[in-house]
């Protein structure tokens, strides 16, 4: 199923109650899926909503020197005119699109399925729900990026009023937080369905006011 762009099963948190929705949260650079797996246990955790965190392949990446490491696409650089792996991206994109199918073929609707992310996960699951062909529930981007604007909206209608929770660090120093804002601002020229939530004091990372913040947009998207 993922054509050499995760590896393992995805470490899954079923919901508590009736399952009402489901997101697909995407690591960021060098991590697995574990971790966000257990932030869907506690603060983000949904009595309603089912949490699946893939785990990338190993791969080299350019930007740390060619180092092989999980990561779901190559990146060369962070900044807003950076190279992009066409290539890699697409592929990484159509394997979120079939972990949206599988879910679909399992009986929960396309506008009850968020994708979401972390950094260069954030980047491709915002990329992948906008190019997904069936409305989706929710994208969610954190310490993220804008990737392939060059192709968006383009052909890509489905999602286009799609609510889009974007949060951002700060004080974040590898993905500054002028990037996740100059990406609210190209995202929302075409979708206005766009809230952009900004964590003063935090870094290129995650807080647990900001998972909160993501349970309360799930509540309100995907498990009402």
Do not use: A, E, W
């Given at each position: 199923m993922s054509g050499g762009v995760s590896q393992g099963n995805p470490a899954v948190v079923k919901p508590r109650g009736e399952h009402k929705g489901t997101i697909i949260f995407l690591h960021g650079l060098g991590d697995q899926g574990h971790g966000w797996a257990d932030a869907f246990k506690t603060e983000a955790n949904h009595e309603n909503v089912k949490a699946i965190c893939p785990h990338s392949a190993d791969r080299a990446v350019t930007l740390n020197m060619g180092m092989r490491m999980p990561a779901w696409y190559d990146l060369y650089g962070l900044s807003a005119n950076s190279r992009e792996d066409d290539t890699g991206i697409q592929a990484a994109a159509q394997y979120v699109h079939q972990l949206i199918d599988a879910e679909i073929a399992a009986g929960i609707p396309a506008n009850r399925i968020a994708v979401g992310g972390f950094s260069m996960g954030g980047a491709l699951a915002i990329y992948a729900g906008l190019t997904y062909p069936q409305t989706l529930?929710?994208?969610?981007?954190?310490?993220?990026?804008?990737?392939?604007?060059?192709?968006?909206?383009?052909?890509y209608t489905a999602n286009n009023g799609t609510p889009i929770f974007l949060g951002h660090g700060g004080q974040d120093q590898l993905v500054p937080v002028q990037i996740g804002q100059m990406s609210e601002q190209l995202i929302k020229k075409f979708n206005p369905n766009v809230q952009m939530h900004i964590y003063n004091s935090m870094q290129h990372s995650s807080c647990a006011e900001e998972m909160r913040d993501v349970k309360k947009f799930l509540s309100s998207t995907i498990a009402k």
């Open positions: 529930g929710g994208i969610v981007g954190l310490s993220s990026f804008f990737l392939q604007r060059d192709k968006l909206p383009g052909r």
